[in-house]
């Protein structure tokens, strides 16, 4: 059974997870209104990712016999200034989410939650990869820059993303 605590702690995750999913769908949605269909492939294939990371989530609340409650997701940006600013804004929210499953380690450690520990070993790695992806993104694109042929490769590339 779930502590409260942490049952609180991880239907707030969830909701983090679905926003994560909301934004990269936003950020798709940029993508394809700028004509960067391989931006908004990649960007697609986040949110289906960040689903699934909530996903397993509601699952483990399920097995642990608590109760899911969904809150509202909140709108997510809209406009961004560039293809970079795009993958920039993306690794400043992975950051921001892997301190949130750093956070919530924590608490299952200081609940003796020894389940949960386990669940979010997963997601810690996971946000390893995120990070190391995004950050090679973007420094991908400020190596290559923005215009013309780069764009059209970085393009080409971030579409192959399976
Ligand atoms: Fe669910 Fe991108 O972390």
Redesign the pocket.
């Known amino acids: 059974m779930l502590s409260k605590k942490v049952l609180d702690a991880i239907n707030e995750q969830i909701n983090k997870?679905l926003f994560?999913a909301y934004l990269y769908l936003s950020m798709a949605a940029w993508a394809e209104a700028h004509n960067l269909p391989g931006f908004a492939h990649w960007m697609k294939a986040?949110f289906k990712?960040?689903t699934a990371?909530a996903l397993k989530f509601f699952d483990f609340v399920a097995d642990r016999g608590g109760t899911v409650i969904l809150k509202a997701i909140d709108q997510p940006e809209v406009e961004f200034k560039s293809a970079t600013e795009l993958f920039e804004k993306t690794l400043a929210?992975?950051k921001y989410?892997t301190s949130l499953i750093h956070n919530l380690y924590a608490l299952a450690v200081k609940e003796n939650d020894y389940p949960t520990q386990v669940l979010l070993q997963w997601?810690i790695s996971?946000?390893v990869e995120?990070e190391k992806n995004a950050t090679y993104i973007v420094d991908t694109l400020k190596a290559l820059g923005e215009k013309g042929q780069a764009l059209v490769m970085m393009d080409h590339e971030l579409g192959k993303r399976g």
């Open positions: 997870e994560s986040q990712e960040e990371h929210h992975e989410v997601y996971e946000q995120e």
